[in-house]
């Protein structure tokens, strides 16, 4: 299964998203690859950064910086693995077209506010363009204001689905991310298991 991280607006938590829900799919015992399809290399500098730091990844992280890169190689990579997760870049719309033809299913991160809403359309629809299952995931949600309810009600409203758990913005994410493994899986427990449909018991 080929799951594709994407939206045309930097900064949404799109390789936050793709290494901690690949972290915490390898947890429930998947063989779990993460690719880093922006030639920014979020992911592969993560990698680097946290084996460096003598605790590394426990996924393996490929680079595929362009879309021909994508179309040559990512379907023979993914076979090798139960899921493979894609962080896409965000201005090169080629790429994530190009990882969505491979894509069984694909993630629009869409932080609260209404500009943020309007940007993450177009994510819905160059995945509804490839005929991908697209679910929208809040993320950068602030804990100390109140849920972002009307943001919810209208991708309900429009019928976008979306997963029922929120990613809350979080000190000990940030802290992490491009320099450490997540020890600590924070909401991506939940997003993992929504993702894989299995239960897990709540933290308090
Ligand atoms: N849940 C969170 N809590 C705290 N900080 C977060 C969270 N998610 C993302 N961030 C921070 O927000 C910033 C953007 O996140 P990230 O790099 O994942 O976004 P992106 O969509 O991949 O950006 P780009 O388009 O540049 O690739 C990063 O500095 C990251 O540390
Ligand atoms: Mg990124």
Same mark, same amino acid.
């Not at 995931?137 to 919810?152: A, F, G, K, N």
């Given at each position: ?27 429930h ?5 993460a ?14 950064? &946290?084996?460096? %730091?003598?605790? =590394?990844?426990?996924?393996? $992280? /490929?680079? +595929?910086?362009s !879309? ?20 896409c ?13 491979? &894509?069984?299913? %694909?993630i629009? =991160?869409?932080?609260?506010? $209404? /500009?943020? +809403?309007?940007? !993450? ?35 309900d ?9 929120? $990613? ?21 427990a ?11 018991t709540l933290?308090?």
């Open positions: 299964m080929i799951c594709v991280v994407e939206a045309v607006k930097g900064g949404v938590g799109k390789s936050t998203t793709a290494l901690y829900l690949s972290e915490a799919l390898a947890r015992g998947r063989r779990v690859l690719v880093d399809a922006d030639p920014q290399g979020t992911l592969l500098e993560w990698e680097a950064a &946290a084996a460096d %730091a003598g605790d =590394p990844l426990r996924v393996a $992280v /490929e680079g +595929l910086p !879309a021909v890169m994508v179309r040559r190689r990512l379907t023979g990579l993914a076979a090798s693995y139960d899921m493979t997760v894609v962080d870049p965000n201005r090169d719309v080629a790429v994530i077209e190009a990882a969505l033809e491979c &894509a069984d299913e %694909a629009v =991160p869409v932080p609260p506010g $209404v /500009e943020e +809403l309007r940007r !993450a359309r177009a994510g819905f629809a160059l995945a509804k363009r490839a005929g991908v299952p697209c679910r929208a995931l809040l993320t950068l949600v602030d804990i100390r204001m109140s849920l972002p309810q009307e943001l919810l009600e209208v991708l409203a429009e019928g976008v689905p979306r997963f029922r758990s929120l $990613v809350r913005r979080r000190a000990a994410i940030a802290s992490t991310v491009g320099a450490a493994r997540p020890r600590e899986l924070h909401d991506y939940h997003v993992a298991a929504e993702l894989e449909n299995l239960e897990v933290a308090p």
